[in-house]
């Protein structure tokens, strides 16, 4: 035990020296940091836009962004900690450009409710574990706030700030994911089950 808190001290120090490097434009030291954090970063862009070329793309641009933003890092929280808040932005940066972001995701705040959102296809599932595929199924609306909300730890009113919402409609759309994950999870189950 001794020994893991001592490695994961080290890590730490290491990271922090990679940091400093990289504050002052060494990409070597950079590429650590890429290759230490690229594969949670690229999961949160999976788990956010459920599908893999644009999480590629999502996941590269969180780099550029980092690459020029790394200097703000102040050292408050964890670095992860801070990295997975830089991501957050792009990807919901990403969604508002690529896509009628206002009109078909977070329009009429209560139209959610009396219309259908459509499932968003699977392209790509390939590494990824059941609870991961459920959440590609979700409705996009339900999707983002369920993976802020259940995976990266926002609260509602940080969710309902940052999707210009309201905080009843972030609630009611993280009931619904997770209504549906067990729904589905349960399906997955049973038919696994007969396959048997």
């Not at 369920?146 to 926002?154: C, D, I, S």
């Amino acid at each position: 035990m001794f020994a893991k808190s001592q490695n994961n001290k080290e890590q730490d120090w290491q990271e922090l020296e990679w940091i400093t490097q990289a504050k002052h434009g060494s990409q070597v030291a950079f590429h650590h940091l890429y290759e230490k954090h690229h594969k949670q970063i690229y999961a949160l862009c999976w788990r956010m836009l459920a599908d893999k070329e644009s999480a590629e793309d999502v996941c590269q641009e969180v780099f550029v962004v980092l690459w020029q933003k790394i200097g703000n890092f102040r050292g408050e929280s964890k670095f992860s900690t801070w990295l997975h808040s830089v991501a957050t932005n792009v990807v919901l940066g990403h969604l508002r450009k690529h896509k009628t972001w206002l009109q078909k995701i977070f329009s009429i705040e209560d139209q959610g409710n009396a219309t259908q959102e459509e499932s968003v296809p699977m392209n790509d599932d390939s590494g990824l574990d059941v609870l991961d595929k459920q959440i590609a199924r979700l409705p996009e609306r339900a999707r983002i706030v369920f993976v802020l909300f259940a995976v990266e730890g926002y609260r509602h009113e940080e969710i309902a700030k940052m999707l210009k919402m309201a905080v009843g409609s972030s609630k009611s759309q993280y009931h619904r994911a997770k209504t549906l994950l067990k729904q589905w999870l349960v399906e997955a189950e049973q038919e696994e089950f007969c396959h048997d």
